[in-house]
């Protein structure tokens, strides 16, 4: 019993703050690995494998050359099994790391994400012009909205949001609600503007102005109509805006880069028609 807290007491000496670090580091791997494999076909393999190890345990042990001497031959040739075998695994615990919001990068890579693929329904909606209410949550929650429409927790897809909004749909009408990377809500019900000014305004325009003006959301639309492209935020209504300012608003870049990238001064802007601007002041 002394010699045990000698024992502990040795190792308590050489615990330092890197010590510290290295076991959380390692925790941290080995649970994310296993919360990625929980309920899979790859935790059959895990448990395949221990069994190995404990029958080469058991080999030595018990002096049983033969065994032993295979397991080890086996063991060098394990790391590229366990690669091969667990290599969707692998991605997953990688992909969730890269979504770790350090030092504010996971989250605008996030955010870049979500725009691209917004970006891309809309912009088949409008070409087929087909109408679609899109709400991307900010700081303001829109728990009260979420629960007014159909549950669907699922990860931000233009597929997805382009079947939602097919016409003839059972979530058609009304508004989806997006947070983060994820669609939180379809066929939710929003509040429309009571601004009598803007009765002449589509029912998606006002519920997108009536939703802004209670949060500080921004709301999409995309008109059933023309296939014009709009936008509202703080109660105000921008029409007929290209892509590229879509992307400025959902990702905060200065100016947008890639396909939705602005027309040059002069040439033809993309689109069904002109730019203009609508706001509450206005009215």
Known sequence: MFELAQQLGGAWEKLTLITVIDIAAVAILVYQFLSNIRG?????????????????????????????????????????????????????????????????????????????????????LAQQRIGALIVVERESGLRSMIESGVALESLLRRDLLISIFLPRGPMHDGAVIIQGDRVAAAACFLPLTI?????????????????????????????????????????????????????????????????????????TPAGPSPQALYRKSEY
């Open 40 to 124: 899979r076909r790859a935790a059959q393999i895990v448990l395949g494998l221990a069994i190995l190890v404990s029958l080469y345990g058991f080999a030595v042990w018990f002096g049983f050359q033969l065994l032993s001497t295979l397991l080890a031959a086996l063991a060098p040739y394990t790391a590229f099994a366990l690669i091969v075998v667990f290599q969707s695994e692998i991605r997953r615990v990688l992909a969730r790391l890269g979504r770790r919001k350090i030092l504010g990068f996971g989250d605008r890579l996030e955010r870049y994400e979500s725009a691209e693929e917004i970006l891309l329904a809309m912009e088949h």
């Open 195 to 267: 601004n009598p000014q803007m009765n002449s305004l589509g029912t998606r325009h006002r519920a997108a102005i009536g939703v802004t003006e209670e949060s500080d959301c921004l709301a999409l639309i995309v008109s059933e109509e023309t296939g014009h492209v709009s936008y509202a935020q703080y109660g105000e209504l921008h029409r007929n805006v290209t892509l590229g300012e879509i992307e400025r608003m959902l990702t905060g870049r200065r100016t947008p880069t890639g396909r939705w990238k602005e027309p040059a001064a002069g040439a």
